[in-house]
């Protein structure tokens, strides 16, 4: 059994267009998060979530909007997609709650995006 | 904000050479994760140091924790071609559910 899963795994579209990325883990984990992999490998978070709350939202363009509907599902929604959105971007989850030193995250495959 | 530096950015290594890689942050941190990332696949968790001075053993892979907690090392002894890929050492000093990603080294190997 898949412990992180996403789908997409590839995805392709216009500049301009919506499109959701969504991630389910099998863990039991409290904490998930969404990662940014550029292609210099450059791995920056994006937002991380600690039972359906959002905990982390770095400096991210409004464009993104993650979603919780529970503790083992966390999607991602971009609008109006650009050029730059064009990367690698990874699902993860890890046990332990906001506030808390993070223990191991466990990353699904990715979903490569490209936008053309 | 927290700031951590990977170093070096490539290694390219003979089939039997050893391997280390350094990761400095500045400021002192509660502990430091390490994480592999084989070509074309996602980061995989190797090990968590958390104590000063600390030396952990996975096989041939060293990992150790300075002792002014703020510097970590990963070294491999007699690389492998299994031992490609992208290794990235993570952070957190703040105890505040946040992991800081250095910028990864890459390891090629030749047979």
């Known amino acids: 059994d898949t412990a992180v899963s996403q789908t997409p795994k590839y995805l392709v579209t216009q500049m301009g267009n919506d499109k959701s990325i969504k991630c389910e883990q099998n863990l039991g984990h409290d904490t998930m998060y969404w990662y940014k992999q550029d292609s210099k490998k450059f791995l920056k978070i994006m937002f991380s979530y600690n039972n359906k709350e959002l905990i982390i939202n770095e400096t991210v363009p409004n464009r993104f909007s993650p979603k919780s509907p529970d503790k083992a599902h966390l999607n991602l929604h971009i609008n109006s997609l650009e050029l730059g959105d064009s990367a690698v971007y990874f699902c993860?989850?890890?046990?332990?709650?906001?506030?808390?030193?993070?223990?191991?995250?466990?990353f699904g495959p990715g979903t490569r995006l490209t936008v053309l | 904000g927290q700031q951590v530096m990977q170093i070096p950015q490539y290694q390219h290594v003979q089939e039997g050479e050893d391997f280390t890689t350094y990761c400095n942050s500045s400021?002192?941190?509660?502990?430091i994760q390490w994480y592999k990332q084989r070509p074309g696949g996602h980061p995989v968790f190797l090990i968590q140091?958390?104590?000063?001075?600390e030396v952990k053993k996975q096989k041939r892979l060293t990992f150790q924790f300075g002792e002014a907690i703020k510097n970590s090392s990963l070294h491999i002894t007699a690389t492998q071609t299994t031992d490609v890929g992208t290794y990235f050492c993570?952070?957190?000093?703040?105890?505040?559910?946040?992991?800081?990603f250095g910028d990864g080294t890459t390891l090629t190997v030749k047979p």
């Open positions: 140091l958390v104590k000063s001075g």
């Open positions: 993860a989850s890890s046990q332990g709650a906001g506030g808390s030193i993070v223990s191991e995250q466990f």
């Open positions: 400021t002192t941190l509660s502990n």
């Open positions: 993570a952070v957190d000093n703040t105890n505040a559910g946040k992991s800081t």
